[in-house]
């Protein structure tokens, strides 16, 4: 492997890279390695040329059975972006970022193409949804790379779903369209940390899935991370129920976000507006 993949694998497993293929040096690849969700921007506006020609980019996303079953809202206008980032006070951000975007799953528009073309839409159902909600994912992802190629940095916040009954009104978001995340967007102030990730290990399998060395891996990583990116208390989670650690791991901190319910209204919120999920 190029040692400067090899670095930057390093960097995001905090192991070294078993042996295997060995790609020449390239610049995507050493980028994507070592990308991070940026969170602190400089103000400089994002050219309304590059934004265009990296919606583009997430436009060219692979999209099931070509069916496109998404929208991406820019939010331009100053009020509206006023009362996002109130929403979100703990996430400074979305105030700072100039460019602010909103990925939603949209299954409206082929129910009114049905409409135009005379046919029924016989498919409000929960393979929709989730078709429509990859969709948005995949075109978010798509963004994210071209900017990040492009010396961007971004910031996807599913937080604007702990705010539906708000967000959907201040965006005119019909029935049939929800926001899976928001996306802010700007020159990055600073390098993006990056994050390490569980070892491929555990997350890769080969023919058949395995997850015997859980426990064991488990351990190992949550050490390794720690050594590199400790939790401090006021980013543990859910401290109100379990107070704080001087040590929080990465498999402390998912279990203390995953025992507690989050958005217990999505679905209700969903079947109020347009998606049968049946
Ligand atoms: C769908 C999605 C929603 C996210 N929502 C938020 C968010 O609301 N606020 C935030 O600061 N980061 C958010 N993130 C960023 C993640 O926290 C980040 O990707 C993760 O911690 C891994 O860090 P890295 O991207 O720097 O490697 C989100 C990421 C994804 C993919």
């Known amino acids: 492997m190029d040692s400067r ?3 930057r694998w390093v960097e995001r497993f905090g192991l070294a890279p078993q042996d295997g293929a060995q790609p020449d040096g390239d610049e995507v690849l050493a980028r994507m390695l070592s990308r991070g969700t940026c969170r602190k921007f400089r ?3 994002v050219p309304e040329a590059l934004l265009q020609t990296l919606l583009a980019c997430a436009q060219s996303a692979p999209s099931k059975s070509d069916l496109q079953q998404y929208s991406i809202v820019v939010v331009q206008d ?3 972006r006023g009362q996002i980032a109130s929403w979100l006070p703990a996430m400074p951000w979305v105030a700072a970022a100039p460019v602010f975007l909103v990925f939603c799953a949209d299954t409206r528009r082929n129910q009114r193409v ?3 073309r005379g046919r029924p839409h016989a498919n409000n159902n929960l393979d929709t949804f989730l078709n429509a909600t990859v969709d948005a ?3 978010m992802g798509a963004f994210i790379t071209a900017a990040e190629g492009a010396g961007l940095g971004c910031c996807p916040i599913s937080y604007v779903r702990n705010h539906l009954e708000e967000i959907t009104p201040l965006l005119a978001l019909p029935p049939g369209v929800f926001p899976v995340a928001g996306l802010c967007v700007g020159y990055p102030a600073e390098r993006a940390p990056v994050s390490m990730r569980l070892p491929p290990s555990l997350v890769i399998h080969r023919d058949r899935y395995d997850d015997r060395p859980l426990e064991d891996e488990l351990d190992a990583y949550d050490r390794r991370r720690h050594a590199r990116e ?3 208390p006021e980013k543990q989670k859910n401290a109100r129920s379990y ?5 929080c791991t990465w498999s402390d901190q998912v279990s203390r976000q995953l025992s507690l319910p989050e958005r217990a209204e999505f679905r209700a919120f969903l079947q109020r507006h ?3 999920l049946a």
């Open 137 to 139: 994912a995949l075109a």
């Open 274 to 276: 347009g998606f049968d």
């Open 78 to 80: 100053g009020a509206a």
């Open 114 to 116: 049905c409409e135009i």
């Open 43 to 45: 103000a400089d506006a």
């Open 5 to 7: 993949l090899n670095e």
């Open 243 to 247: 107070g704080t650690t001087a040590t």
């Open 230 to 232: 400790p939790i401090p």
